[in-house]
């Protein structure tokens, strides 16, 4: 009795199976990965809020003037004391109130927070590690040290 040949590969109900199963998988994971990413652009910007209260007081304090730094909705800018515009930067997923840090001519703040919302969220960044060295007040060399 003649054998009938074996029939090789997959039916078409098979594919559309793995198909969808992989679909599926990819519909779960998919939205964990827009979201991480969503959250690691916005540290990024608050990692940014603080290079830039950072760089503003060694801009005061290199310039010799007082600068102000506005933060009001999605941006932040640095104006000099006569009003001058020194830069403006735009944040995508950081929303402010209304406030201004005012940078003496010693390049210190006169607020050591700044109220922001990341993501919905509402936050407080802490700004005096930034600047605790500089307000301590005794500054530790090798020659005060015995």
């Known amino acids: 009795m003649p054998s009938q040949p074996s029939a090789r590969g997959f039916t078409l109900i098979e594919l559309l199976v793995v198909i969808a199963i992989m679909m599926t998988v990819l519909g779960l994971v998919g939205g964990g990965v827009v979201t991480g990413v969503a959250r690691a652009e916005a540290?990024?910007?608050v990692?940014?809020?603080?290079n830039l209260v950072k760089k503003s007081g060694v801009?005061?304090?290199?310039?010799?003037?007082?600068?102000?730094?506005?933060f009001e909705q999605n941006q932040a800018r640095l104006i000099a004391s006569?009003?001058?515009l020194i830069s403006a930067v735009d944040f995508d997923h950081l929303l402010?109130?209304?406030?201004?840090?005012?940078?003496?001519?010693?390049?210190?703040?006169?607020?050591f927070a700044i109220d922001v919302r990341v993501r919905g969220k509402s936050k407080t960044l802490d700004?005096?590690?930034?600047?605790?060295?500089?307000?301590?007040?005794?500054?530790?060399?090798k020659s005060n040290v015995s």
Do not use: C
């Open 43 to 45: 540290q990024t910007e």
């Open 47 to 50: 990692i940014s809020v603080y």
């Open 59 to 70: 801009r005061a304090f290199t310039s010799g003037q007082t600068l102000v730094l506005s």
């Open 82 to 84: 006569q009003d001058e």
């Open 96 to 111: 402010f109130k209304p406030q201004q840090i005012v940078f003496n001519r010693n390049g210190l703040p006169n607020v």
């Open 127 to 141: 700004l005096s590690e930034l600047f605790r060295r500089l307000t301590s007040g005794l500054v530790v060399t």
